[in-house]
């Protein structure tokens, strides 16, 4: 699945540990500039759920 995820880069970074909680990031972009917003960013994430023991 891919994704895109908006914000500061403060959010970006809560977003990313609680994405990693239960996903396997397979690629992530790097943070482009929000055209809307400023100081806040975007990053483009593929991900897969993660296999359960």
Known sequence: M???LEGSRA???LG???LRQH???T???R???ARNR???YRIYLTITP???S
């Open 50 to 52: 993660r296999e359960r």
């Open 27 to 29: 690629s992530m972009s």
């Open 31 to 33: 943070a482009f500039p």
């Open 38 to 40: 400023a100081r806040h």
């Open 11 to 13: 959010e970006l970074t």
């Open 16 to 18: 990313m540990i609680h």
């Open 23 to 25: 996903f396997t990031v």
């Open 2 to 4: 891919r994704i895109r």
